[in-house]
Each structure stands twice: as structure tokens, then as C-alpha cells.
């Protein structure tokens, strides 16, 4: 029995050998913090480097490259062989996504991260701060003749997909990072104004609104980076008040909200039959939220805030965390394995991570939390980890995901 028993691993063992190792990667010149997208045989990755990629999915190899004028925070969407995505330069584009060929651009009234003087309480309160964690530009939406997106100018545009000129635009309060999403003619996004905006597809005339909460004394637990998702009748759609809202789609009331205590709910979900999966940033936690009671049927912690949603593959969920490292659930019994960890995690792992948490305290290394500095510098050691800010992808046993290390992986499941 015991020669059998050994036989036995050996052989599992051999069926998975590579898996959590790379097939394959592929570096740009700066951080990445959105999903990649499928087309085809070819997989497209967009970097704050100023360029969209398209790479071969077997091997990694560059199939062509675009080049914008700044960096790109937007997750690319292909519609009809047609990719649209954002850039810092403050244009969104339509690019052939089988030759890399532009389209079209459009300019918007310019791209920017969310600051002002004293951002958030952070002195010295006459210096202009950035916020180091609006890490995204709006995602864009499609219908049949329209691509939807929103702009640090604080409007939402509809543009023609095949020419690029304005049909409409529709002016928030507040920079729209936040991607957009499109059902039964309806696009639903949600603005820094703390308010989610559920629009006419065809017109742009509001539908409803509905206000998350605000924070006017520190502005810490306020605004909306978040990408709705619409499931059936109901939009969810997390925000930075550390609250899970799941709304009506045709009247915007609200049917729960889930608290994640004192942390944003900046990923999209991820719903699959009667379970909502999100994660959460300063309590690094991944949740399985019941759809129709909000309640939180289970949770796992890791060591890190997790931005991205998580991919699902078959009974498993994929998701990556701000430690750089990617982790598998097992939906059934919720089971977690760690897949992979990026070079840097593994470098600087042991020096940054606190038994393998993000600790704030042995980063920053004692300096003060008020200046602004102390928030440029923690974050600054903390990419050093290669955090996984966004979704990964998965495809024929293979997780293709992004990390601010400036790296497309290409990790093997089985």
C-alpha cells in the first residue's frame, strides 16, 4: 500500500509539474495596472509606459505595439476586432486589434489622477498631492454603435465606434475613473462625486442616480474607482465609503450594501450563480457575499490589498494582492493555494512584509503619516513587491496577469 500510495503522488505530481510556473514573460518599460484582454490566439496588455502590446499567447512574442502619449491606466476592450482603451495623453483610442492599426482617437478635456493642495489631510498643506492609489482611468463599454467611457473632466461620453466623433456627453461632479458599464440600453458608472449615474444609452439623459457615502472630514472613505457589473436586474458596484452596493438596475434603490469595515471595495465583482466574489483593500480580504442578502458567506484573508477582481476557472477562483502574490480558492470548500509570487515579492518579501502582510508601520520605517512624502515613499517600496493591481485572465489552463512590476505573466494551471 505504501509503494502504491507513493506511485500515486508521483504521478500527480508529474501530471502538474508546472504548475504556478511561468509558460512565459513579457516586460514593458513601466507598471501595469489593468486586465488584460483576449483576441484570438493573441492577448493585448496595456502599460503606463505609453503603449498597448499585442502578444502571441503561446509564446509571449510581440505581435505589434501601439504608442500613445502617456501612459495607459484604461483595461482594454475588444468589440468586433476593434480595441478601445485610455490614455494619460487625454485621448481615448480605437486601434485594429489585429494589426495595431489606429482608428481613431478622441480628446477629452484631459486625464489626471485625483489631488488637490493638502490632499486628504497631508501636510505640507500648500503642496499639491496626488492620490497614490487612483491608479485607473475610466474603462470603457460597448453597444451596437457606441463606446461609453468617463473622464477625469468629469464627464461620461458616448462616441460612434466607427468614427469617433461625440454623440453625447453627460458632466458629473467629479473625475470619472471609475469603468463604465452597459445593459438594457442603460450605461451605469460610478463618478468621484460619490454618486453611481445610470444613463440612457441613446440619449444620455439621466435615469436615476444614487449617492455611496461621503467623508468631508478626511475625504479618506469617499469617491468610486470601482466598474459596476450588472447581473440580471441588479448593478454592484463597490466604493470607497468600504461599502459592497447592490442596486436596481431600473430604479437605482438600493437592495443591500455590504461593509468591508474600513476598507475600499475598489475591485469589480465577480457573480456566479447565487455568490458575489470582491475584494478588499486594507483588510486584504476576498469575500463570498450571498446576491440576494448581501451577507458574507465566507471570506479569506491575505497579506495585501486586493484591487483586482478575481478570474474564475471552473469550481476556482484566480485573484492577485498588493504582496505580488497570485492565490487560488477553491469555491466548494474554500480552500486557498498560493500560485505564484513574483520575482520582487520573493527578493523583497522577507524586508518589506510583516509575516507576510503589507504593514504600513515597517515600511514607512517610523516616518511620519501626515507628509505627503512618507505616502510617495511607502508606495514606491511597496512596488517593489510587483503588486497585482488588476484582474487576471484565464484562458486553456493558463493565467495571463499583469503586475505594477511592469510584467505580463503567462502562469500554467496545470
Known amino acids: 500500500m505504501l509503494v502504491l500510495s507513493l506511485l500515486l503522488i508521483q504521478q500527480a505530481h508529474a501530471q502538474f509539474r508546472n504548475f504556478g510556473k511561468p509558460k512565459w514573460t513579457y516586460r514593458t518599460q513601466d507598471k501595469i495596472f489593468t486586465t488584460p484582454a483576449l483576441f484570438r490566439q493573441s492577448i493585448l496588455t496595456a502599460s503606463m509606459d505609453g503603449h498597448l502590446y499585442s502578444l502571441q499567447r503561446t509564446n509571449g512574442r510581440l ?3 501601439f504608442k500613445t502619449g502617456a501612459g495607459i491606466a484604461t483595461h482594454p476592450l475588444v468589440t468586433d476586432s476593434t480595441v478601445y482603451f485610455g490614455s494619460y495623453d487625454g485621448h481615448y483610442y480605437a486601434v485594429n486589434a489585429g494589426n495595431g492599426k489606429l482608428q481613431w482617437k478622441f480628446q477629452t478635456g484631459g486625464e489626471r489622477r485625483v489631488g488637490s493642495k493638502g490632499y486628504l489631510g497631508m501636510t505640507p498643506a500648500t503642496m499639491y498631492m496626488e492620490d497614490q492609489y487612483d491608479l485607473y482611468l475610466s474603462s470603457p463599454a460597448t453597444d451596437s454603435a457606441h463606446v461609453f467611457f468617463g473622464s477625469s473632466d468629469s464627464c461620461i461620453y458616448a462616441v460612434n465606434r466607427k468614427s469617433g466623433k461625440q454623440v ?42 444614487f449617492k455611496t457615502g461621503e467623508d468631508p472630514k478626511t475625504h479618506i472613505l ?27 438596475l431600473h430604479s437605482g434603490q438600493r437592495k443591500w450594501e455590504h461593509s468591508a469595515g474600513n476598507a475600499w471595495v475598489v475591485g469589480s465583482v465577480v457573480v456566479v450563480d447565487n455568490h458575489v466574489y470582491v475584494g478588499t483593500s486594507d483588510s ?11 451577507e458574507a458567506h465566507k471570506q479569506t484573508k491575505g497579506g495585501g490589498y486586493v484591487f483586482g477582481a478575481p478570474a474564475v476557472y471552473g469550481n476556482t477562483l484566480c485573484y492577485g494582492d498588493f504582496t505580488g502574490r497570485l492565490i487560488l480558492i477553491n469555491t ?7 500560485l505564484f509570487d513574483t520575482p520582487g515579492r520573493t527578493e523583497f518579501g522577507g524586508q ?13 520605517a517610523g516616518a511620519s503619516p501626515e507628509k505627503y512624502s512618507t505616502a510617495v515613499a511607502f508606495m514606491n517600496q511597496l512596488y517593489k513587491l510587483g503588486p497585482f493591481a488588476a484582474a487576471p485572465v484565464i484562458a486553456e489552463s493558463t493565467v495571463y496577469a499583469t503586475s505594477t512590476d511592469g510584467n505580463l505573466y503567462a502562469i500554467e494551471l496545470k
Not at 450605461?187 to 460619490?194: I, R
Not at 440580471?232 to 452596493?245: K, S
Not at 518589506?352 to 515600511?363: A, E, P, T
Open 63 to 65: 505581435n505589434w505595439k
Open 352 to 364: 518589506l512584509l510583516d509575516s507576510g502582510n503589507i504593514s504600513f508601520m515597517k515600511i514607512a
Open 222 to 248: 469617499e469617491g468610486i474607482q470601482s466598474t459596476p457589473v450588472v447581473a440580471g436586474n441588479t448593478v454592484y458596484i463597490g466604493a470607497r465609503d468600504a461599502r459592497l452596493y447592490a442596486l436596481d
Open 168 to 209: 453625447w456627453k453627460y458632466k458629473t461632479n467629479g473625475p470619472v475613473h471609475g469603468g463604465v458599464a452597459y445593459s438594457n440600453n442603460m450605461v451605469v458608472v460610478g463618478s468621484w462625486d460619490t454618486n453611481v449615474y445610470a444613463l440612457d444609452a441613446v440619449s444620455g439623459k439621466l435615469i436615476w442616480k
Open 332 to 338: 466548494p470548500n474554500w480552500q486557498t493555494t498560493s
Open 284 to 294: 486584504y480580504l476576498m469575500l463570498d457575499i450571498n446576491a440576494s442578502t448581501g
